[in-house]
């Protein structure tokens, strides 16, 4: 909104002033500004005295008169009512450290309110505790087919359970994360939010679904929180900014972008003036701000007559500033198909250098760039295609979602894409100011980082699986994994970051043993790992399971592993090929094979983890570890299980999966 002096009580140099400024300011600055302000007033009527000589208090703003006590009944209790209250508990589930992320950072958000938080892992919160908490704030991810992330199976089984207490005072709010492209999406979240409810406790502000491209809503959901939170705190006392002002005299750091780059702003109020201290930094790259990586090697690790494709990609980050740890992943930005881009644009009927938005800021690309690097093509989720039903009034898209037909989507939209939709449906001739605001955008793949940076330091390797496949009539193609295989050249440029993963680490002691179980790409990591521990000299015993289709031509890495056999590096391999034999065998069968021993590595502390496949190979390994700790255990089934969830909530039992 332009501000004028008829529609505002500022005069003519103010209001220019205001709508210079205002339109520049990072949802952050407008957030820090709006608690400054708050706390400003406050100081100044709480300052304001009757009758005395004036005083300035050090280190707080200008005020009017005070008296020589005006600093000290800023913070005696007598001087406003108490706070509803201003302790906050921020929970969170994550699986690959989204959640994770993203709590932390609200939870700094708060603390910059003057707000007490206790931030956890749902996996490490004590239970006990939570019929006492007055603010709750739930940060979770879901995974698989609606499930729980690892990480918050415990707690979403006793909140879901008889145990659970009442929580008439508590007051919450829910971020949930998820993928559209599922049919459950967002339902952890979703589960979270309704018990909360049905516990008795009070909705803040309203539960947040967030598909792939989670920053925006995040972001809003985090400031309409806080918000409720300070609106709640200010209607029965005193700022949590005045207490704090008058305290410390300093206001929080925020990060505020300078000349293009990441910059922090300290801010304090010293003798009644604000003073900026700007100190520059290099450029942060991350995943709104991706590296340029140069790829430096590109080989298929299968050999002649293999009936699958599998790259190693040697990226090099040198000058992106990035730092991570075995067990961490690389995300790429990836391209669409040309091709499919070009059938797409020629079905719908499009002008390719057409402009069109591609953000919520209004920058305009041609169709065909938007197409082929912003927006996602290659799977359907519900929300896109209800929302084209509804803009088109198509009765045949309509009925995909007619009452008590929920399947017909489901069944429709498994191994279609935008392409199927436009010709299935003659979508032909929809505008493309119609479409692409539709469209999400296209999502990062992750992949685990195969090499140690105390080995690499400026490099990172991936391996990928090439996925090509044929439905409906037409060859599929993995949109990230086919570029690679297909269109990049050492030589050529990715957009890349780093995604921490601090749900997939080492043991902090070396010297604990660790079994790997990883088929196929899922052995990336792994790889990782023995280069970490090789560095730095580990002496822990090490043994990896690793399974794929056939020994000559499809076991990736085979020579490094032999070698750190070797040296001692890796002190044991089990492998299983699945079609080198009549009757198929798989990682779970060879763990089962050495059963005994694999208990008693168990039971001398040591650590499990697992990568790769979820639906099949991590569902068929949990079954085997459940299988082998009631054989070898003397365990009933639920005796195995809780010796499982006990390895889990040790951090001894660590899964990577997808």
């Known amino acids: 909104m332009q501000l004028l002096v008829t529609n505002s009580p500022f005069n003519e140099e103010q209001t220019e002033l205001l709508n210079r400024l205002l339109p ?188 792939v491209d989670y920053d925006e809503p995040a972001a809003e959901w985090m400031e309409q929180a806080i918000q409720a939170l300070l609106g709640a705190s200010q209607s029965s006392a005193v700022p949590a900014e005045a207490a704090a002002l008058a305290g410390a005299a300093v206001l929080p750091q925020v990060s505020v972008p300078v000349g293009g780059a990441a910059a922090v702003a300290t801010v304090a109020a010293v003798a009644g003036t604000a003073t900026a201290v700007v100190e520059k930094a290099a450029p942060a790259y991350s995943r709104t701000n991706p590296f340029q990586a140069e790829v430096l090697e590109n080989l298929n690790l299968n050999g002649r007559g293999s009936t699958q494709e599998t790259h190693h990609l040697e990226l090099s980050l040198e000058g992106s500033g990035f730092q991570f740890e075995p067990g961490d992943c690389l995300g790429i930005f990836p391209q669409n198909h040309p091709e499919l881009v070009d059938e797409l644009i020629a079905e719908l009927g499009w002008n390719p250098e057409q402009l069109v938005v591609v953000n919520k800021q209004g920058e305009e690309r041609p169709i065909r760039d938007a197409l082929l690097n912003q927006f996602e093509i290659t799977v359907l989720t519900k929300p896109v295609v209800e929302q084209l039903a509804n803009l088109r009034g198509n009765s045949g898209l309509k009925e995909l979602f007619a009452p008590g037909q929920e399947h017909r989507f489901r069944e429709y939209a498994n191994g279609r894409d935008l392409l ?69 050249q050492p030589g050529d440029t990715l957009p890349v970051y780093v995604h921490q993963n601090p749900n997939f680490k080492l043991p902090s002691d070396s010297g604990t043993p660790i079994i790997m179980i990883g088929p196929g790409t899922g052995v990336a990591p792994f790889r990782a790992f023995l280069q970490e521990r090789e560095e730095i000299g580990a002496d822990g015993k090490v043994w990896l399971f690793f399974g794929d289709r056939n020994f000559l031509t499809d076991f990736l890495y085979q020579v490094e ?4 056999l070797k040296d001692g590096v890796l002190t044991r391999m089990d492998v299983a090929f699945s079609r080198d034999r009549k009757e198929k065998v798989y990682v779970q069968h060879r763990m089962l094979e050495k059963s005994r021993e694999l208990f008693r590595w168990l039971e001398d502390g040591a650590s499990v983890y697992v990568c790769g496949d979820e639906k099949h190979m991590a569902h068929d390994v949990h079954k085997a570890l459940l299988s082998i700790i009631a054989r070898e255990g003397g365990l009933n089934e639920e005796a195995a299980e809780a010796y499982l969830s006990d390895m889990q909530k040790q951090k001894r039992y660590q899964r990577d999966v997808y």
């Open 24 to 211: 520049q300011l990072t949802e952050s600055q407008r957030l820090w500004l709006s608690g400054y302000l708050t706390a400003y007033g406050s100081l100044a009527a709480f300052a304001a005295a009757p009758s005395g000589t004036p005083a300035q208090t050090p280190g707080l703003p200008s005020a009017p008169a005070a008296s020589a006590t005006g600093a000290a009944s800023l913070a005696a209790p007598v001087s406003a009512p108490q706070p509803v209250s201003n302790e906050v508990t921020v929970l969170y589930g994550s699986q690959t450290g989204n959640a994770q992320r993203l709590a932390k950072s609200f939870s700094e958000k708060l603390k910059q309110h003057g707000f007490q938080v206790e931030l956890s892992s749902m996996s490490d919160y004590k239970t006990n505790q939570l019929k006492k908490v007055r603010n709750l704030f739930i940060l979770v991810s879901t995974h698989g087919e609606g499930d729980p992330p690892d990480s918050a199976i415990s707690f979403y089984e006793f909140l879901h359970g008889k145990k659970a207490p009442k929580l008439e005072g508590t007051r919450f709010s829910v971020l949930s994360l998820g993928d559209s492209s599922y049919e459950f999406f967002c339902k952890t979240g979703k589960d979270f939010d309704k018990r909360l409810e049905e516990l008795g406790a009070q909705r803040i502000a309203p539960r947040v679904d967030c598909d």
């Open 420 to 488: 199927d939709l436009v010709r299935d449906y003659s979508l032909r001739g929809l505008p493309a100011s119609d479409l692409i605001p539709l469209l999400r955008k296209i999502p990062a793949r992750l992949y685990s980082i195969a090499s140690s940076q105390l080995a690499y330091p400026d490099e990172a390797h991936l391996t990928i699986r090439t996925v090509r496949y044929e439905a409906h009539g037409r060859t599929r193609y993995g949109v990230c994994s086919s570029q690679i295989a297909d269109r990049v």
């Open 561 to 564: 592993w032999q070698r750190w």
